[in-house]
């Protein structure tokens, strides 16, 4: 039996799914032939640390690239939509070598400040709501989760987030964050909102945990088993 190992890091789960189709189907040799079943063992290494999706990404948040011109130069562009507008935008560095990670949209160009509003809030229809710092931590969650834009909320954030019966924090491990969310959390338990703070065990942020345990967590949280 012929055996392959496939490093999953930092690629993108349909290149992986391709390079083991191939191995499999026996399609990197000169004897393939398509009624035969080769005797192969495809071990995926790393699969933890995968990438995003790129075309359900772009697909689900309507994002865009920029090239190698101008000011946000090298960016995944994420557009901010309120209530149906777009109202901002925020570029996403891909080279991690700007000092810049995140870079938004001028003030002046703004139709509502970023601030003012939550990332990923227009699809978040259910009556819970899950609260991420960031717009990677939105895309591995899916839908039914916003972000701060950083772990400084204020108050006009908070007051989106008292539409929902349910909210759940999920800021990074850094203890300045976990402030953060505290605070919040002691804001929003004023009302008549329940509100929980989620630890991660296996990750720092969101963004980091593997799409089945993203999928699994927001899945328990709209069947309410937490």
Known sequence: MKEYTIDATNRAVGRVASEAAMFLMGKDTPAFRKNVVPEVKVTIENASKIKFDPKKLIHEWNLKGTLFLGAYKFRIIAPIYFQGKLVSYQGRDI??????????????????????????????KSDYIVVTEGITDVWRLGPGA??????????????????????????????????QAEKLANFLALTSI????????????????????????MTDLCNNIF
């Open 146 to 179: 916003v972000a701060t834009f950083g772990i400084q909320w204020n108050l006009e954030q908070a007051k989106l987030l008292m539409n929902y019966k349910r909210v759940f924090i999920m800021f990074d491990k850094q203890p300045q964050a976990k402030q």
């Open 95 to 124: 080279t991690e070598k700007s000092p810049l990670r995140y870079k938004t949209c001028p003030k002046t160009l703004e139709i509502l400040h970023h601030k003012h509003c939550l990332y990923g809030i227009d699809k978040a």
């Open 194 to 217: 329940e509100v929980h703070i989620i630890t991660l065990d296996n990750s720092d942020d969101p963004a980091e945990m593997t799409q089945y345990e993203a999928d699994k967590l």
